[in-house]
Protein backbone atom coordinates (compact mmCIF):
# COMPACT_ATOMS: atom_id res chain seq x y z
CA UNK A 1 0.00 0.00 0.00
CA UNK A 2 2.95 2.38 0.80
CA UNK A 3 4.74 1.51 -2.46
CA UNK A 4 1.42 2.09 -4.21
CA UNK A 5 0.26 5.43 -2.59
CA UNK A 6 4.15 6.73 -3.84
CA UNK A 7 3.58 5.87 -7.12
CA UNK A 8 0.48 7.68 -7.17
CA UNK A 9 1.75 11.04 -5.11
CA UNK A 10 4.48 11.03 -7.48
CA UNK A 11 2.36 11.25 -10.84
CA UNK A 12 -0.48 13.03 -9.16
CA UNK A 13 2.14 15.96 -8.20
CA UNK A 14 3.77 15.68 -11.28
CA UNK A 15 1.05 16.41 -13.41
CA UNK A 16 -0.21 19.16 -11.53
CA UNK A 17 3.55 20.55 -11.82
CA UNK A 18 2.66 20.45 -15.53
CA UNK A 19 -0.64 22.20 -16.08
CA UNK A 20 1.17 25.76 -15.57
CA UNK A 21 4.20 25.92 -17.57
CA UNK A 22 1.87 23.72 -20.43
CA UNK A 23 -1.09 26.63 -20.32
CA UNK A 24 1.65 28.83 -20.82
CA UNK A 25 2.80 26.69 -24.03
CA UNK A 26 -0.71 26.92 -24.86
CA UNK A 27 -1.18 30.38 -24.83
CA UNK A 28 2.30 31.47 -26.60
CA UNK A 29 1.19 31.81 -30.08
CA UNK A 30 -1.88 33.87 -29.11
CA UNK A 31 0.14 36.50 -26.95
CA UNK A 32 4.05 36.31 -28.38
CA UNK A 33 2.62 39.16 -31.15
CA UNK A 34 0.30 41.52 -28.94
CA UNK A 35 1.04 45.08 -28.30
CA UNK A 36 2.80 46.42 -25.36
CA UNK A 37 -0.22 47.48 -23.88
CA UNK A 38 -2.63 44.47 -24.52
CA UNK A 39 0.72 42.16 -23.18
CA UNK A 40 0.97 43.70 -20.35
CA UNK A 41 -3.10 43.51 -19.42
CA UNK A 42 -2.84 39.93 -19.98
CA UNK A 43 -0.09 39.36 -17.65
CA UNK A 44 -1.56 40.64 -15.05
CA UNK A 45 -4.02 36.87 -15.07
CA UNK A 46 -1.23 35.58 -13.59
CA UNK A 47 -0.67 36.89 -10.44
CA UNK A 48 -0.76 34.34 -7.29
CA UNK A 49 0.35 31.89 -9.95
CA UNK A 50 3.38 31.45 -7.94
CA UNK A 51 1.42 29.10 -5.40
CA UNK A 52 1.72 26.74 -8.02
CA UNK A 53 5.33 26.28 -7.21
CA UNK A 54 4.74 24.22 -4.82
CA UNK A 55 3.42 21.46 -6.70
CA UNK A 56 6.97 21.44 -8.10
CA UNK A 57 8.80 20.88 -4.60
CA UNK A 58 5.84 18.27 -3.97
CA UNK A 59 6.38 16.52 -7.02
CA UNK A 60 10.29 16.50 -6.78
CA UNK A 61 9.75 14.99 -3.20
CA UNK A 62 7.46 12.58 -4.34
CA UNK A 63 9.94 11.34 -7.27
CA UNK A 64 13.07 10.81 -4.98
CA UNK A 65 10.43 9.39 -2.40
CA UNK A 66 9.63 6.89 -5.51
CA UNK A 67 13.20 6.64 -5.74
CA UNK A 68 13.88 5.11 -2.88
CA UNK A 69 10.78 3.27 -2.79
CA UNK A 70 11.95 1.46 -6.25
CA UNK A 71 15.65 1.36 -5.41
CA UNK A 72 15.71 -2.57 -5.95
CA UNK A 73 14.20 -1.81 -9.53
CA UNK A 74 16.93 0.04 -11.69
CA UNK A 75 14.78 0.76 -14.26
CA UNK A 76 11.94 1.89 -12.00
CA UNK A 77 14.35 3.64 -9.81
CA UNK A 78 15.68 5.36 -12.82
CA UNK A 79 13.08 6.75 -14.10
CA UNK A 80 12.17 8.31 -10.59
CA UNK A 81 15.89 9.82 -10.47
CA UNK A 82 15.03 11.04 -13.71
CA UNK A 83 11.87 12.98 -13.33
CA UNK A 84 13.37 14.52 -9.94
CA UNK A 85 16.40 15.66 -11.82
CA UNK A 86 13.76 17.40 -14.93
CA UNK A 87 12.14 18.71 -12.23
CA UNK A 88 15.49 20.35 -10.95
CA UNK A 89 16.06 21.35 -14.37
CA UNK A 90 12.98 23.05 -14.94
CA UNK A 91 13.28 25.44 -11.43
CA UNK A 92 16.96 26.22 -12.63
CA UNK A 93 15.34 27.26 -16.07
CA UNK A 94 12.64 29.45 -14.37
CA UNK A 95 15.20 30.87 -11.91
CA UNK A 96 18.08 31.83 -14.59
CA UNK A 97 15.20 32.89 -17.10
CA UNK A 98 12.25 33.46 -16.32
CA UNK A 99 12.38 35.25 -12.95
CA UNK A 100 15.01 37.68 -13.68
CA UNK A 101 11.85 38.81 -16.18
CA UNK A 102 9.42 39.25 -13.46
CA UNK A 103 12.47 40.96 -11.51
CA UNK A 104 12.51 43.50 -14.15
CA UNK A 105 9.33 44.44 -15.06
CA UNK A 106 8.56 43.82 -11.12
CA UNK A 107 5.67 41.18 -11.98
CA UNK A 108 4.40 42.52 -15.14
CA UNK A 109 3.81 45.82 -13.54
CA UNK A 110 6.19 48.26 -14.64
CA UNK A 111 7.16 48.50 -18.83
CA UNK A 112 10.52 48.73 -19.05
CA UNK A 113 11.93 49.60 -22.84
CA UNK A 114 13.37 46.39 -22.81
CA UNK A 115 9.93 44.65 -22.50
CA UNK A 116 9.55 42.87 -25.79
CA UNK A 117 13.28 40.95 -25.33
CA UNK A 118 11.77 39.89 -21.53
CA UNK A 119 8.76 39.27 -23.32
CA UNK A 120 10.61 36.11 -25.38
CA UNK A 121 12.56 35.42 -23.24
CA UNK A 122 9.44 35.13 -20.43
CA UNK A 123 7.47 33.61 -22.73
CA UNK A 124 10.03 31.07 -24.45
CA UNK A 125 11.28 29.81 -20.87
CA UNK A 126 8.08 29.02 -20.22
CA UNK A 127 7.50 26.99 -23.40
CA UNK A 128 11.00 24.81 -22.75
CA UNK A 129 9.20 23.95 -19.44
CA UNK A 130 6.25 22.89 -20.70
CA UNK A 131 8.41 20.02 -22.51
CA UNK A 132 11.22 19.40 -19.72
CA UNK A 133 8.17 18.59 -17.34
CA UNK A 134 6.14 16.75 -20.16
CA UNK A 135 9.42 14.68 -19.66
CA UNK A 136 9.64 14.56 -15.84
CA UNK A 137 5.84 13.15 -16.39
CA UNK A 138 6.41 10.74 -18.74
CA UNK A 139 9.40 9.85 -16.42
CA UNK A 140 7.43 9.80 -13.38
CA UNK A 141 4.58 7.63 -14.95
CA UNK A 142 7.32 4.76 -15.95
CA UNK A 143 8.88 5.22 -12.75
CA UNK A 144 4.72 3.55 -11.86
CA UNK A 145 4.54 1.63 -14.21
CA UNK A 146 7.60 -0.64 -14.30
CA UNK A 147 7.16 -0.83 -10.27
CA UNK A 148 3.80 -1.80 -10.41
Known amino acids: MVLFSVRLLAIVFTALALVAPAAHLFELANKIGMSKADYFVVQG ?3 GWWLAGGFLLAAFVANVGLAVA ?3 NAWA ?3 AITAAIL ?3 N ?3 FFVWTQPTNAATQNWTIQPENWEA ?3 Q ?3 SHAINAGVMFAA ?3 SVLAALKSA
Do not use: P
Request: positive net charge.
Open 137 to 139: FVA
Open 77 to 79: CRM
Open 91 to 93: LTI
Open 70 to 72: TRD
Open 118 to 120: LRH
Open 122 to 124: WEY
Open 87 to 89: IVA
Open 45 to 47: IYR
